[in-house]
């Protein structure tokens, strides 16, 4: 049974950093590329992140370089995401997302999702 669990959201203000993490289970995590993706009231699920188990190639969306890092820890069988000045309008909820061999920042092309972890950004 494949499982992938989010944790570390919370409230934080405007300009502060929270660092989410994601467990996976279940599945040959070096076939899988692993992304992030959220999920702001009344918005559509947009990609965040992505990082490749094999080969650590990695991407951002625009909005988010400079300020999130996507990083993994192989041997612990996770996969981070740490945000740096976050802003009121990232105010969303934050998926684990896995897709099997070749990276995507679609949402319809992962195999598999987290339950999401809920991040509130105050002004």
């Known amino acids: 049974q494949v499982q992938l669990v989010e944790s570390g959201g919370g409230l934080v203000q405007a300009g502060g950093s929270l660092r989410l993490s994601c467990t996976a289970s279940?599945?040959?995590?070096?076939?899988?590329?692993m992304a992030w993706f959220r999920q702001a009231p009344g918005k559509e699920r947009e990609f965040v992140a992505v990082?490749?188990?094999?080969?650590?190639?990695?991407y951002y969306a625009d909005s988010v370089k400079g300020r999130f890092t996507i990083s993994r820890d192989n041997a612990r069988s996770m996969v981070y995401l740490q945000m740096d000045n976050l802003k009121p309008e990232e105010t969303a909820v934050y998926y684990c997302?896995?897709?099997?061999?070749?990276?995507?920042?679609?949402?319809?092309?992962?195999?598999?999702w987290g339950q999401g972890t809920q991040v509130t950004v105050s002004s």
């Open positions: 997302a896995a897709r099997y061999r070749m990276s995507s920042k679609a949402p319809a092309e992962y195999d598999y």
């Open positions: 279940g599945l040959t995590l070096s076939y899988y590329q």
């Open positions: 990082i490749a188990w094999s080969g650590g190639t990695t």
